[in-house]
C-alpha cells in the first residue's frame, strides 16, 4: 500500500513450538515443532505532499517433524528368511535355481532364500544386501514389521516489498513497487539413504511501474510496465561427495547397462532407488535434482481512456514476453521397481535381485550430462470497450478482445515431434536437430513435408475474438427496487508450457530407457529377462518412450454467460436469482494416441498406426 504525510509503522511475531502441541496418535513420540513468523512495517513521506514510501519484512523460520509410517523387512528377513509370510504367502522360484533343485515356478521350501542361496550361491542378490547396509535401510521400530519416524523439515523464507508513490502535478500520478521472496525447503529422508540432502533454494522478485496521465477531465491514459522473475536450484541430493556411497560400492558393474550421468557410466550421480512393492523406498530419493529453473516475464500495457457523453469508453493493449530456462536430469541415478511378480512379494523380488521395470535417461546434447533448454514465447493482446448509459432504466457494456499467443520456440532448436501419416508415426525435428544421431554432426530431420513452424512443430490459432457483453436494467428507473443483469463472454488462454516442453525429452537428445521385464513363469512367460545388476541392456539404440504434441492444437477456449434478478423486498431484506452457465473446449490433452485397441491378432495390428517409421523417415526410429 501507499505511504502517507506522516510515519506509520507496525511489528509482530507469531509462534507454534510443540510444547503446546498434543502427540500425534500415529507418532512414537511428540514431533518436533518451532515455527516463527515475524515482520514490520514502515511507511511515510519521503517529500510532504508529493513522495511517499512503504516497506515491509516478513521472515518464516519452521522446523516441523513430518511423522509417517511405513513396513519394512526385519532383521530376520534382511538374512532371507521370509518364512514369517506363511501361510499367507508362498514364494515361487523366479527361475531355475538347479544348486536346491528347484524349477522356475516351483515354490520355495519355507519362504528360506537364505537355505535357496547356500544350496544356490548368488540366489540372493549381493547388490540388495549392499543397499540396505551402505544405505542405511532402517529396521522396524513399531508393532509388527512398522518403521515410524517424525524427521524434521526445515523451511526458511523472507518477504520484502516496497511502494514508492509520487505525484508530481495535478495531472500525474506515478507509482511502482518491488517485491523480493527468498526461500529455502528441504525434504528429509525417511527410509532412504539419511545423508542424501533434497533441498530447494529459489528467489522470486517482481517489480511494477504504473503511470496514469490526465490529458483533459474526459481523456486519462494508464501506462503500465513489469518484470518478474523466478529461480529455483536443487543440487543432486545423492551426490556421493557427501553421502559417501556410489553405484558400484552397491555392487553395480561401471558399464553401459546401468543410468548414466550424461553420456557415459559414472560414478558421481549417486544410487538408484528401489521401490518395494508392500515396504519401505530403499536406496536412494532417485527422482529429482539437479535442477535449476529460470522464469522470466516482461509486460507492457496500456489503456486510454475517453468520456463523451453517456459513453464510457477504454482501448488498450499488452504485450508479454515470457522466459523459460531450464536444465535437469531427473533420472540421472535410475530408479528399479519390484511388485513381487516373480516370488510372490516384492521384498522378495527385491532379494532375487528381480525388477519388474526399470528407469533411466540418457542425454545426447553435446559436451552436456544434463538437459537443457531456454523457451522463448510472446503474448499479444487489444481490446476495445464501451459502458453506455442507455438512459436512467438501461447501461450496457460491449467489448471485444483480440488475443494471440505465438508459437513458444526453443532458442537452440531442441525439439521434436512424432506425427502419424497414412498408417505411420513420423518424427519431426526443430532446426537444432540431428536427425537421430548422438553426435554433433547430425542433419535435423526437420518438419518432413509438414506445413508447420520448424521452432515449435506446431500451428498457431490467429482468429481468437473475444467479445463481451453486459445488460443491466431497472424495470422501474433509478429509484426502483428491481435489477436485471445478463452478461456473456469469450476468452481464451494458451495450452500450458509443459505440454511443449515435453518434446525436449524426446530423441535425438534425451533418451527415456524404461525396459519391462518379461511375464514370470507362474503367468505363462519366460520368467525374468534381466535382473538389477544389469538391467538396462542398450546403450542409446532406441527409446522406450517418447512424447507426442497435437501440431494442431488450439488455445483453451472459455465461453461464460449469466443472468441475475435483484429484488429489494423490504429496507433491510434483499432476495435474487442468479444462473450461470460455462462451457470450456479445446482444453489441453495428450492421450496414448497409438496404444493397442482391444481385441484379438497380434499387438502392433490393432495400434490405430500399425506401421513403423521406415529408416528413411528416421535413423533412428522409437
Excluded at 504504473?210 to 543432486?236: A, C, E, L
Excluded at 533420472?331 to 516370488?343: E, V
Excluded at 525439439?415 to 547430425?442: C, H, K, L, M, Q
Aim: charged share 15%; aromatic share 12%.
Amino acid at each position: 500500500k501507499g505511504g502517507t504525510n506522516r510515519f506509520h509503522g507496525s511489528a509482530f511475531e507469531f509462534v507454534r513450538n510443540d510444547i503446546f502441541d498434543a502427540r500425534n496418535s500415529f507418532a512414537l513420540t511428540k514431533a518436533p515443532l518451532r515455527q516463527n513468523q515475524f515482520g514490520a512495517t514502515l511507511g511515510g513521506p519521503i517529500i510532504k505532499d508529493k513522495t511517499f514510501g512503504f516497506f515491509s519484512y516478513e521472515g518464516t523460520r519452521i522446523r516441523n517433524g513430518m511423522t509417517s509410517t511405513v513396513n519394512v523387512p526385519t532383521a530376520t528377513m534382511r538374512q532371507g528368511d521370509l518364512s514369517s509370510l506363511l501361510p499367507g504367502v508362498q514364494l515361487l522360484a523366479p527361475v531355475d535355481y538347479p544348486g536346491a533343485g528347484l524349477k522356475a515356478g516351483d515354490p520355495i521350501p519355507g519362504n528360506r532364500l537364505d537355505t535357496l542361496n547356500t544350496e544356490d550361491p548368488g540366489a540372493i542378490n549381493p547388490i540388495a544386501l549392499n543397499v540396505m547396509n551402505l544405505a542405511k535401510y532402517p529396521l522396524p521400530n513399531g508393532p509388527g514389521n512398522t518403521y515410524v519416524a517424525s524427521p524434521v523439515a526445515p523451511t526458511t523464507q523472507n518477504y520484502y516489498q516496497a511502494r514508492i508513490d509520487h505525484n508530481p502535478n495535478d495531472r500525474d500520478r506515478i507509482w511502482g513497487s518491488a517485491y523480493l521472496e527468498k526461500y529455502f525447503t528441504g525434504i528429509p529422508p525417511f527410509t532412504t539413504l539419511p545423508l542424501e540432502r533434497n533441498i530447494t533454494n529459489a528467489t522470486a522478485g517482481q517489480i511494477g511501474l504504473h503511470w496514469v496521465h490526465i490529458f483533459k477531465p474526459t481523456v486519462t491514459n494508464d501506462i503500465r510496465v513489469g518484470y518478474n522473475q523466478d529461480k529455483w536450484d536443487s543440487p543432486n541430493p545423492s551426490d556421493p561427495s557427501f553421502t559417501h556411497v556410489t553405484q558400484q560400492d552397491l555392487g553395480f558393474p561401471l558399464n553401459g547397462n546401468q543410468p548414466t550421468f550424461g553420456q557415459l557410466p559414472h560414478t558421481g550421480a549417486g544410487i538408484p532407488a528401489f521401490t518395494v512393492a508392500g515396504y519401505g523406498q530403499a536406496g536412494g530419493i532417485g527422482f529429482g535434482g539437479p535442477e535449476m529453473f529460470r522464469y522470466a516475464h516482461y509486460e507492457l500495457g496500456d489503456t486510454l481512456n475517453y468520456v463523451r457523453g453517456r459513453h464510457r469508453m477504454a482501448f488498450g493493449g499488452r504485450i508479454v514476453r515470457f522466459h523459460q530456462d531450464q536444465r535437469h536430469l531427473e533420472q540421472a541415478r535410475g530408479g528399479y521397481d519390484f511388485s513381487g511378480q516373480y516370488s510372490g512379494d516384492g521384498f522378495g523380488d527385491f532379494l532375487l535381485g528381480y525388477p519388474d521395470s526399470a528407469v533411466r535417461e540418457i542425454i545426447f546434447i553435446p559436451n552436456k550430462d544434463q538437459q537443457e533448454f531456454y523457451d522463448r514465447a510472446n503474448q499479444y493482446g487489444v481490446f476495445a470497450q464501451d459502458s453506455w448509459q442507455i438512459n436512467p432504466k438501461m447501461a450496457l457494456d460491449i467489448g471485444l478482445r483480440y488475443e494471440f499467443f505465438a508459437a513458444t520456440h526453443e532458442k537452440q532448436g531442441r525439439v521434436a515431434n512424432f506425427i502419424p501419416r497414412g498408417n505411420e508415426i513420423v518424427r519431426v525435428e526443430g532446426p537444432g536437430g540431428t536427425g537421430g544421431d548422438p553426435s554433433p554432426s547430425g542433419t535435423s530431420l526437420g518438419t518432413q513435408g509438414f506445413n508447420i513452424d520448424p521452432g515449435c512443430l506446431c500451428t498457431r490459432p490467429h482468429k481468437d475474438f473475444a467479445p463481451r457483453i453486459g445488460l443491466v436494467i431497472r424495470p422501474a428507473g433509478a429509484d426502483g427496487r428491481t435489477v436485471v443483469r445478463a452478461g456473456a463472454g469469450i476468452f481464451y488462454s494458451k495450452s500450458v508450457e509443459n505440454a511443449f516442453q515435453a518434446l525436449q525429452f524426446n530423441p535425438p537428445w534425451v533418451y527415456t530407457d524404461g525396459p519391462v521385464n518379461t511375464l514370470p513363469v507362474s503367468l505363462g512367460g519366460p520368467g525374468p529377462s534381466f535382473d538389477m545388476t544389469n538391467a538396462f541392456v542398450h546403450l542409446g539404440g532406441a527409446s522406450n518412450s517418447g512424447y507426442a504434441f497435437d501440431v494442431n492444437q488450439k488455445d483453451v477456449t472459455v465461453q461464460q454467460w449469466s443472468f441475475d434478478v435483484e429484488r429489494q423486498v423490504t429496507s433491510n431484506l434483499m432476495a435474487s436469482l442468479t444462473y450461470v452457465g460455462s462451457e470450456s473446449y479445446h482444453l489441453m490433452a495428450n492421450p496414448y494416441f497409438n496404444g493397442a485397441r482391444p481385441g484379438s491378432g497380434d499387438f502392433q495390428s490393432r495400434r490405430p498406426f500399425p506401421g513403423l517409421i521406415p529408416t528413411s523417415a528416421d535413423p533412428a526410429p522409437v
